[in-house]
């Protein structure tokens, strides 16, 4: 769980804790039920999606967004741009994102069944040939590119178990 990460580096640390899948929300229930440390960090615990959460935010009203997605960027490309575009985490704040890897090869630009629609939309070349994992990058750049007063800080690859996943660290920076 990053939270435990987080809170050894920086106790005191309080968090939302949102999950939208029904089973795997009562799992993250149980296991911060289990640990009186983390307990004590959630502010309060959600079985929504991020969206749904943050509706009615204003802007600066995170100190940093840590959006563990897990799934692929398609899924939650508008939800991170909605968060990035009403700039709900404050200057100097980050946003980090974790996603699936996704290193299936796209062969064809116009194969929206191999591809990414959402890459297509915004980010394609035609004749490109990319793979799942450009795919995810380039959308990630995308966002920061289109919502001014934001930096990609860094890219992580790593596994969980058996999944590749990539990490992005972004941060909100002066204009």
């Not at 692929?72 to 980050?94: A, H, P, Q, S």
């Not at 799942?132 to 990609?152: I, M, P, Q, R, S």
């Amino acid at each position: 769980m990053m939270e435990k990460n987080i809170m050894k580096k920086k106790p005191g640390y309080k968090f939302t804790a949102v999950e939208r899948e029904r089973g795997t929300f009562n799992q993250m229930v149980k296991n911060l039920c289990l640990n009186e440390e983390l307990l004590d960090s959630v502010i309060a615990m959600h079985n929504k999606t991020i969206g749904e959460v943050v509706i009615n935010d204003k802007e600066d009203t995170y100190s940093s967004a840590i959006l563990d997605y897990c799934g692929y960027i398609d899924t939650f490309f508008d939800e991170i741009d909605d968060i990035m575009k009403r700039k709900l985490v404050k200057k100097g704040g980050y946003i980090t994102l974790t996603f699936s890897e996704n290193d299936r090869v796209l062969h064809h630009s116009r194969h929206a069944t191999n591809h990414s629609s959402t890459y297509i939309k915004n980010c394609c070349v035609e004749g490109e040939e990319i793979n799942g994992k450009e795919v995810t990058t380039g959308l990630v750049k995308f966002l920061v590119y289109k919502n001014a007063g934001y930096k990609l800080e860094s890219k992580f690859s790593y596994k969980d178990k058996v999944v590749k996943m990539l990490l992005f660290i972004i941060k909100r920076i002066e204009e």
